[in-house]
């Protein structure tokens, strides 16, 4: 598996509600432990489906999963990176979202999970193929 950075014009869209461009999933656990995660899909024509999670578990790295389906061919990778990279863009994430509450359109974070992965692709470690 190959990955490279994209832009919101890489993805595809199908016009469907339920299918569309960028959906993004926010879990805060904190527990005994925490357990932060915001994951999205990215559906890329070069690249195929992308299922991507970004996981913060209180250490000072974080990881990005990603599940490739790219013509039918299924990989999985897994990055390793900063939590400050984490730290930065759920703060950013979570600050665009509250200031979409009163908007007429709903917040997707599109964008901020867009540079998340590519700041992840860029400055993260391949851990696990």
Known sequence: MYLEKINSNDLIFSDNIEDDRTNTYLHLYDYDWM??????????????ILNV???????????????QNLGGNIEK?????????FKKYIV??????IS????????NGEEE??????????????VNR
């Not at 932060?36 to 195929?48: A, Q, V």
């Not at 979409?100 to 917040?107: C, T, V």
């Open 35 to 48: 357990d932060y995660n915001l994951s999205t899909r990215f559906k890329t024509e070069s690249l195929g």
């Open 53 to 67: 999670k970004f996981s913060y578990f209180g250490m000072t790295t974080s990881t990005m999963e990603v599940e």
């Open 77 to 85: 990778i897994t990055y390793e990176y900063s939590t400050d990279i």
């Open 92 to 97: 950013k994430f979570l600050k665009k979202h």
């Open 100 to 107: 979409f509450w009163g908007n007429k359109y709903a917040f």
């Open 113 to 126: 999970v867009i540079e998340f992965f590519n700041d992840v692709i860029e400055n993260g470690k391949v």
